[in-house]
């Protein structure tokens, strides 16, 4: 599968591979955007069955200087529907492209390609994203 899930990604023919399979979708947990430090994004990228790319996300824009300490980011993921969270707030639901199969999490400092757009002259270096824990439960 791997050998075959390559060769689909080395020809820009992703959504040719199954849907059953966890890489169809992509779940950020949390977005964040160094030159934005007040900005986070909770999205979940899929494609329908007919093969329309999809994405389902939410901003949220504060005062707050994220970058300046730790903060909770949390994902509920049912059956029906999926829930984003920073510091017990919501962000963002959706009820739509749910996935029902394993799927890797994101937690991601974007740098560079289409969004944010290529570093420059003003482009923080090193970025730094530190996690202190990752927690899974299942109801």
């Given at each position: 599968?791997?050998?075959?899930?390559?060769?689909?990604?080395?020809?820009?023919?992703?959504?040719?591979?199954?849907?059953?399979?966890?890489?169809?979708?992509?779940?950020?947990?949390?977005?964040?955007?160094?030159?934005?430090?007040?900005?986070?994004?909770g999205?979940?990228?899929?494609?329908?069955?007919?093969?329309?790319?999809?994405?389902?996300?939410?901003?949220?824009?504060?005062?707050?200087?994220?970058?300046?300490?730790?903060?909770?980011?949390?994902?509920?993921?049912?059956?029906?529907?999926?829930?984003?969270?920073?510091?017990?707030?919501?962000?963002?639901?959706?009820?739509s492209?749910i996935?029902?199969?394993?799927?890797?999490?994101?937690?991601?400092?974007?740098?560079?390609?289409r969004?944010p757009?290529?570093?420059?002259?003003?482009?923080?270096?090193?970025?730094?994203?530190?996690?202190?824990?990752?927690?899974?439960?299942?109801?």
């Amino acid at each position: 599968m791997e050998y075959i899930m390559a060769e689909a990604v080395a020809n820009g023919k992703e959504s040719m591979i199954p849907e059953a399979r966890p890489w169809y979708s992509e779940i950020d947990i949390m977005e964040f955007l160094g030159h934005e430090p007040g900005v986070v994004y909770g999205t979940l990228h899929y494609y329908t069955f007919d093969g329309q790319k999809k994405t389902s996300s939410g901003t949220w824009r504060s005062n707050i200087d994220y970058t300046a300490d730790f903060h909770v980011y949390a994902l509920e993921w049912e059956p029906d529907s999926m829930r984003w969270y920073i510091d017990d707030q919501l962000i963002h639901s959706t009820t739509s492209g749910i996935p029902h199969t394993p799927h890797y999490l994101i937690l991601n400092t974007a740098v560079g390609g289409r969004w944010p757009g290529n570093p420059d002259s003003t482009t923080v270096f090193p970025q730094y994203h530190d996690i202190d824990y990752v927690k899974i439960y299942r109801r």
